[in-house]
């Protein structure tokens, strides 16, 4: 047996070759001319290129399915000449597979749905529907008009038609509702609002992830720069842990790491642990003094932030005649 397929009378393959060949199997709706040529083998690693030969010329070609239309349908300009053993008949046949493909395809797309009108009625129009005169047909003209033009100067068809838009936004990908409350959600709308940008086309899925996702990560950077030169100064990093809940919902903790100073201890203990030098520190602080608990998140952290704010007034109070004065421990204990 001849090991390769011959071609039958409408052109398409009857021979079994090999897994590359034009069966059955490999042709789908969208690509009907497959069938007219003999899939010798896959060029590359991605794309829809193969070495194909045809079944009416015996002409071996390089492309994709573009190029085999090209070919039986004689398209110039596609890189590949037409067959030239392809008769009227055939090509009848194929441009009516081609057809058929393009329109399934167009009646494929999901077709935009309109949106809602908003229609406005007037006072006398609503009256004049329920088969009732109005006693005051001027002023209720009159009051027409007047709505009319108040419409127009705020533009409300054009604002209806907006919200409506951005409602199907969010209804058509489970956007959640929390969304409009984010003020770059506003911003955004605000500032096309206010600038005349004529074609403006909103950024695409490529460029939401890639170029300008790159942008914002640098902007945050810079913004966050005055913010990490002062880590070697304040001895604090920003690490964060993330991790997922009984729900699975995904969780990012933020924690400031720095190392513990043991005279902040001592400096604690050495006036909470004593109620006359506890009444001269109130004299001269507002603020209480905290102490470190181990289950509260960030302790040290909060603990130094307290130090730093009543670091004044401890200065004071131990400069302070009061405490000059003070003898109930010894000198060493009491000059910090």
């Avoid at 969208?30 to 290129?49: A, C, F, I, R």
């Avoid at 991790?243 to 902040?264: C, G, H, M, S, Y």
């Avoid at 302790?299 to 004065?325: E, P, T, Y």
Wanted: net charge positive; hydrophobic share 35%.
């Amino acid at each position: 047996m001849n090991s390769e397929s011959q071609a039958s009378t409408d052109g398409s393959s009857s021979g079994t070759g090999g897994s590359a060949s034009g069966s059955s199997s490999s042709i789908n709706d969208n690509t009907p001319l497959w069938k007219y040529v003999k899939k010798v083998e896959k060029l590359g690693d991605g794309g829809g290129n193969m070495r194909f030969e045809c079944n009416f010329c015996k002409q071996v070609y390089n492309g994709s399915y573009y190029r085999v239309k090209a070919h039986f349908l004689r398209i110039s300009g596609q890189g590949i000449k037409g067959c030239s053993k392809v008769t009227s008949d055939n090509i009848a046949e194929m441009k009516r597979l081609v057809e058929e493909e393009e329109l399934r395809l167009k009646n494929s797309i999901p077709k935009q749905v309109p949106l809602p009108k908003t229609i406005t009625k007037s006072s006398d129009t609503s009256i004049e529907s329920m088969g009732v005169q109005s006693f005051e047909p001027r002023k209720k003209r009159a009051t027409s008009t007047r709505e009319t033009a108040l419409e127009k100067s705020f533009n409300v068809a054009a604002q209806n038609q907006l919200h409506c838009e951005i409602a199907r936004m969010f209804y058509s990908d489970g956007l959640p509702f929390n969304l409009a409350k984010n003020p770059y959600y506003v911003s955004s709308y605000t500032f096309a609002a206010s600038h005349n940008i004529s074609g403006y086309i909103p950024p695409n899925y490529n460029m939401l992830r890639t170029s300008l996702l790159q942008q914002e990560r640098t902007n945050i950077e810079k913004l966050l720069e005055p913010i990490k030169s002062t880590w070697r100064e304040k001895d604090l990093s920003i690490v964060c842990d993330g991790w997922t809940d009984a729900q699975r919902r995904p969780l990012i903790n933020f924690l400031a790491v720095t190392e513990w100073t043991d005279d902040v201890a001592c400096i604690e203990n050495f006036i909470l642990n004593h109620s006359m030098r506890l009444a001269i520190f109130n004299e001269f602080v507002n603020l209480k003094m905290l102490a470190v608990a181990e289950t509260r998140f960030a302790s040290v952290i909060v603990m130094l932030g307290r130090f730093k704010q009543i670091k004044r007034g401890l200065q004071n109070m131990v400069i302070s005649d009061k405490w000059a004065s003070y003898r109930e421990d010894d000198v060493g204990k009491h000059n910090l």
